[in-house]
């Protein structure tokens, strides 16, 4: 198995389902974790119900699934969330990130929900949904998940005990060589987690190629 899926819905994992067989993977995706073995395919998605989870059992949900798929073979985890973020003050992307990097011993991983596609870009942090600041766009008023700050560099910093750092996107404009030199500084420095910047596709595909050796990545559908 190439890549272990975590997904916090079954939208996001059908979502991400569909674009990693439009890419010629061969993909199964689960509702909840498996209790048989996994099939001979190249991806896994373990589709969850944990976005608006209690944060306790939203992570054990989710280092549950990790354990499955690295039993199972993955050489990479993905956890996958919504595009716009989508939590609370308290999590659940925070404490997920954090139980995962524990669960998996992994010094460093990214967050990149951009989906510049669908008009979900990061820029110097904050992400924005098309020419709008997510604090300033409808999902300010979510009833469940209502996204009031915009800068997700202080928003998973609330949500965890993470020390979370920033890519820029001079980082990613200049190219995977530099994106990597950077996720090597700020890990150095004692950040566990870094927000990624992007706002192009040739963005997000640097990005990829620059964690494509990280043993956990997270972000949105398009990374």
């Known amino acids: 198995m190439q890549l272990g899926v975590i997904a916090d819905d079954v939208t996001g994992g059908t979502d991400l389902a569909s674009v ?31 976005r608006t989870a209690a944060v306790g059992g939203a992570t054990a949900a989710a280092c549950d699934a990790a354990a499955y798929l690295t039993h199972a073979g993955a050489r990479q985890i993905y956890f996958k969330y919504c595009s716009t973020f989508d939590s609370t003050e308290r999590g659940n992307i ?30 110097q942090g904050h992400l924005f949904v098309g020419t709008q ?21 202080r928003v998973l910093a609330r949500q965890s005990s993470l020390s979370v750092g920033l890519v820029s996107l001079d980082d990613v404009e200049n ?49």
Do not use: W
Request: hydrophobic share 45%; charged share 20%; proline share 7%.
């Open 20 to 50: 990693l067989r439009r890419r010629g993977f061969s993909v199964v995706q689960t509702l909840g974790v498996p209790r048989s073995a996994a099939p001979p395919v190249d991806v896994v998605v373990v589709s969850l119900k944990i």
């Open 94 to 123: 925070g404490p997920i990130i954090e139980g995962l990097l524990d669960r998996l011993q992994c010094p460093f991983t990214i967050a990149c929900p951009a989906y510049p596609a669908q008009g979900r870009t990061v820029y």
């Open 175 to 223: 190219g995977v060589s530099a994106v990597r030199e950077r996720f090597t500084m700020l890990a150095h420095a004692g950040h566990r987690v870094a927000i990624v910047d992007a706002v192009l596709d040739r963005h997000v595909d640097a990005i990829a190629f620059a964690c494509k050796d990280h043993s956990l990545v997270t972000g949105g559908a398009a990374l």
């Open 133 to 153: 600041l997510l604090s300033e766009s409808s999902m300010r008023h979510h009833p469940l998940t209502p996204m009031t700050d915009a800068n997700l560099v």
